[in-house]
């Protein structure tokens, strides 16, 4: 992977994204003989992960796109080190695993915390990201780290992330409306997460395996949950008027309100109107292949897609 610094930060930087990439191909390079697949690998698209192989040497990456990355690997250093005496941190766990095509391929992890019986995993997002509670891929993440605790005969009581809130403010939390009641007490919160059974996280394990196996020989297109689509709309608008009546997040609710339509002052429309209401669709961003994807660059999938020129 090139490392470039288009924008001339500052060398302790660059140097430090260059480490940072050079230390998780050592911890790698013991498992080269064999597919090897790291959990949060196991996670990714498919097609991201053979396109980031496949091109490695000709991916650009730019040192200010690492910065959220180091500092959270600084951060997850310095925890470390503050870990209570008797705790496990920054250990890796590999096991083999064999598919059920007959595959072998290995599974490696590298957990932050284990103290007590309670695994826990250091995340850094915004405050909208854990609204709704832990993202699926930290769930997952977590638990994949649990069966590998498992395999190696450690037992693990709970899970839970640690999150740091990039974006919190205290003018938001002292001034909390209806709207913001939920919003989080302090800018780091500790957010259990659900365990699965060890025979459930198996199966998860083997179906994302057999997903990646399959992507070497037949490279698969992304899904939109993958792309990260947002912003998508569609507008119920009315023949003779220029702005949208209503505007939906989702398509069902844009067709429950077609069944019924009700104007401004909460009335139903006239019978005779209905037939005038149509449904337009608005293309929402792919935000991972903007700003997210590894392979971006390299991937015809998002450099055909026209919403990403229209935003260029």
């Not at 994949?144 to 992330?161: C, F, K, P, T």
């Not at 429950?256 to 037939?275: D, L, T, V």
Request: charged share 30%.
């Amino acid at each position: 992977m090139i490392l470039s610094n288009k924008h001339n930060l500052h060398a302790c930087w660059e140097n430090l994204a260059l480490y940072s990439q050079q230390d998780r191909e050592r911890e790698l390079n013991d498992f080269a003989e064999v597919d090897v697949f790291s959990a949060t690998d196991l996670l990714r698209p498919p097609r991201e992960l053979q396109l980031t192989q496949q091109h490695h040497d000709k991916i650009d990456t730019d040192v200010s796109n690492q910065i959220d990355l180091l500092i959270g690997t600084a951060i997850h250093a310095h925890l470390a080190k503050c870990a209570p005496q008797g705790a496990l941190t920054e250990k890796r766990y590999a096991m083999s695993f064999g598919t059920s095509e007959g595959r072998s391929v290995k599974l490696t992890g590298k957990i932050d915390v284990f103290y007590q019986g309670i695994l826990t995993d250091f995340k850094s997002g915004k405050v909208a990201r854990y609204s709704r509670g832990v993202p699926f891929e930290n769930e997952a993440q977590l638990n994949i780290y649990r069966y590998l605790m498992h395999h190696h005969g450690i037992e693990v009581d709970e899970l839970e992330v640690s999150v740091w809130y990039k974006d919190w403010s205290v003018a938001i939390h002292e001034a909390k409306t209806a709207k913001r009641q939920n919003y989080p007490e302090a800018p780091i919160e500790r957010l259990r997460v659900p365990a699965w059974s060890i025979p459930d996280t198996h199966d998860y394990i083997e179906q994302r395996f057999a997903k990646h196996i399959a992507a070497k020989t037949q490279l698969p297109l992304c899904s939109d949950d993958e792309r990260w689509l947002r912003d998508q709309k569609w507008k119920v608008k009315k023949e003779g008027r220029v702005n949208a009546v209503r505007v939906f997040e989702t398509k069902d609710d844009a067709e429950k309100f077609m069944e019924a339509p009700i104007n401004p002052a909460g009335r139903p429309y006239a019978k005779s109107e209905k037939n005038k209401f149509y449904i337009e669709y608005e293309q929402g961003a792919y935000v991972k292949c903007m700003h997210f994807c590894s392979a971006a660059s390299v991937c015809e999938q998002n450099n055909n897609n026209p919403i990403k020129a229209f935003l260029e």
